[in-house]
């Protein structure tokens, strides 16, 4: 059963990362970010209500990612697992995917935070030239991640779920820890690898 998410700021690679690997295990993607910017394509109700945010590089409210996340979650194909990327972005969405899978009875295995140095995240960024990668809505992006997101590393690293990973190397070597990592038993006293900073015991 592959239950992970994927933390980490903008322009880390979790959604290259999250898409290899939702191939190789055979479970979903979901992606957050995907799907608000699928919705302001279709200018659905939630698509037209996001828009601003997105594009001035803030967060989505609560009360439309929320009921979102809930709903995905319980589609069918998340039945053998899935991999969440951009979600939970804060305290209160961690807070609400905890309560939520009791109550559906799943439990996360690990939550992989990919680390990756500003300035290589800010050129990263640049050359993906997304709509809402112009350089001042990229540093807005980076300020909401490190204000609101990063507490999230303190919170999982209390669960004892957070992998801490070094995305600040070249596409493969990233997705061959990654791969190490699924395959760990998440029941197992964590193993300290050369290339894996495991940050399970504070
Ligand atoms: P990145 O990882 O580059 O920030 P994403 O595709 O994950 O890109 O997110 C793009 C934008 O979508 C965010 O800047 C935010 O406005 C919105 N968004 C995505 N996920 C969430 C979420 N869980 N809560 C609030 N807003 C979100």
New binding site residues.
Partial sequence: MTRLIFL?????G??TQAQILSQRCEVPHI???????AAVKAKTELGQK?DG??????????D??LG??RERLGQADTANGWLL??????VE?AEFLDRLLTEIEQTCEFVINLEVPDEELVAR?LE?G?K??EES?IRN?LE??REQTEPLIDFYQGRQLLRSVDGNQDLDTVTQVLQTIVKQDPEATPEVEPDIKSEAKP
């Fill in positions: 980490g700021p903008p322009g880390a979790k959604g992606s957050t970010g995907d799907i608000l910017r996001a945010y997105m594009s001035a590089g803030e967060l989505v409210p609560n439309l990612m979102l996340i990327d951009g979600f939970p972005r804060n969405q960024m993906r997304r809402d990668d809505v992006r909401v991640y």
